[in-house]
């Protein structure tokens, strides 16, 4: 075990390079500790075709760079000036089972700790976080690609002006947001919204959006048509009405609690593209397979029989939409995806594709990743909108949270891209039952 010396020494877990590989190299001049058990637990990963199996292999392939400069059993100096040791020493901890890998990475921090290093434990499970801080060892989550929820980029700024200034800013064909705007939400960005809403009267509102061509709001005039019997409800509604159907955004998110339409507005506006305006070739939906028990694979039938479990959301969002249709609705639904005008796929079997010319929804985005976000942006072929659907709050990811998400990652990393519109919902519009439990369960 080399000298303890000032700098901070990291002890990594494996749920951090399995997140994110680039981990390895994210402590800049500070020492960088991987229990050879953490080595071990990748070791497990490395023939897995999803993204755990890609990153287990991105390690493996970055520490063999490093072997290459020098051993890794006594430390090699990476290009910020830090140190990368992969260390077998660990201490058994008393009141710790023996033989559990967790507590064995604890035991090699504790060691390091006993040897006089000045240790902090990186992971991002949570009870291992509590057992190092039972240890008095500093532990914490990895930091690196998090956003604060609570201060998540919205994507409109709210004006109360009066009644007579609602009227008239509404047809006026181009504002000034310094006239307008308050100075600590300024400066605007490329297709952030500002609604006006009447100090008397809280439903009397207009909406505005801000061009970052000519640095000048201008109103949305024009009422959207009702399509598949579905119509904006409030502004947050018809701001992503705004973006859903402007070819010229290719990226729009969409974040809220559960019941505020996110999903049917995207779907709808989806299949208005599709199959009324001929805009795009094809719907495709798709959710992150992130199950509460046994995976997809253990589930009976083909692969399209197992989604029909996963996609049980998306049906029923397709089927209020398509209940106007003379047949069937799920005659309707069934005839679509005969005819691949939707499809609906696993985001297992998108990495290497090209999407061309398609609407793509993804639904449930919170429990992305960062990087499986990335892969899934960069399938985006010549001419695809894609759609970010999902609620922060609701993650089924063990090792994400409201702030480590891929979707909130892109929120806030595609913020005024001329190309890119974000919503943030607030109102459940499912029921006055699903609004009382969002906000009170």
């Given at each position: 075990m ?30 960088v500790v ?9 070791d ?13 292999r ?9 072997r ?12 910020q000036?830090?140190t ?47 057992k ?11 930091k ?16 109360e002006?009066?009644?007579?200034e609602v ?31 009447d ?16 640095g ?8 959207p048509?009702e ?19 402007d ?9 809220g609690?559960?019941?505020t339409g ?19 070739k ?5 959710r ?5 028990g ?18 049980g ?12 249709e ?10 679509l995806?005969?005819?691949e ?5 696993a985001?297992t ?9 398609q ?14 976000i ?13 759609v ?18 891929g979707?909130?990652h ?11 519109g ?9 029921s ?10």
């Amino acid at each position: 075990m080399p000298p303890a010396n000032s700098a901070k020494t990291f002890v990594i877990d494996t749920n951090v390079l399995l997140h994110n590989p680039a981990s390895l190299f994210a402590f800049a001049d500070n020492h960088v500790v991987i229990p050879m058990v953490v080595l071990e637990e990748l070791d497990k990963f490395k023939t897995a075709s999803n993204e755990l199996g890609q990153n287990s292999r991105e390690v493996a392939r970055a520490l063999d760079r490093l072997r290459h400069q020098g051993s890794l059993r006594s430390g090699v100096v990476t290009p910020q000036g830090g140190t990368i040791q992969v260390l077998m020493d660990y201490a058994d901890v008393d009141g710790m089972a023996p033989g559990i890998n967790d507590n064995r990475i604890l035991g090699c921090a504790a060691a390091l700790k006993k040897a006089g290093h000045n240790v902090f434990f990186i992971s991002k499970d949570i009870n291992a976080r509590v057992k190092a801080d039972a240890l008095d060892i500093p532990s914490e989550d990895f930091k690196a690609m998090r956003v604060n929820v609570d201060e998540l980029y919205t994507g409109y700024v709210t004006v109360e002006v009066s009644g007579d200034e609602v009227d008239d800013l509404a047809h006026k064909p181009q504002t000034d947001p310094a006239t307008l705007v308050p100075k600590e939400d300024l400066p605007l960005v490329w297709n952030q919204f500002v609604v006006l809403r009447d100090r008397t009267d809280k439903d009397h509102t207009a909406l505005l959006r801000f061009d970052g061509a000519s640095g000048m709001l201008r109103p949305l005039v024009e009422e959207p048509p009702e399509i598949y019997s579905v119509t904006p409800r409030s502004p947050e509604q018809r701001m992503a009405f705004e973006l859903l159907l402007d070819d010229r955004v290719k990226l729009v998110t969409l974040v809220g609690r559960a019941g505020t339409g996110k999903t049917l507005l995207a779907l709808a506006c989806g299949l208005n593209k599709v199959i009324d305006s001929e805009r795009y070739k094809k719907l495709l939906v798709s959710r992150p397979i992130m199950p509460l028990g046994a995976d997809i694979g253990y589930l009976p039938g083909s692969k399209d029989d197992k989604l029909q479990h996963w996609m049980g959301p998306i049906f029923d969002n397709l089927h209020f939409l398509l209940a106007s249709e003379e047949r069937d609705p799920d005659d309707v639904i069934k005839r679509l995806i005969a005819e691949e005008t939707i499809t609906m796929e696993a985001l297992t079997y998108i990495r290497g594709r090209s999407i061309a010319r398609q609407f793509v929804v993804v639904d449930e985005a919170q429990n992305l990743t960062p990087h499986e976000i990335k892969t899934i942006i960069s399938r985006a072929g010549e001419d695809t909108k894609v759609v970010l659907t999902g609620d922060p709050h609701q993650i089924d990811n063990p090792y994400l949270d409201s702030n480590s998400n891929g979707l909130t990652h892109v929120v806030e990393r595609l913020r005024g891209q001329e190309l890119a519109g974000h919503v943030t919902f607030t109102k459940s519009e499912r029921s006055v039952l699903a609004g009382v439990a969002a906000d009170i369960l």
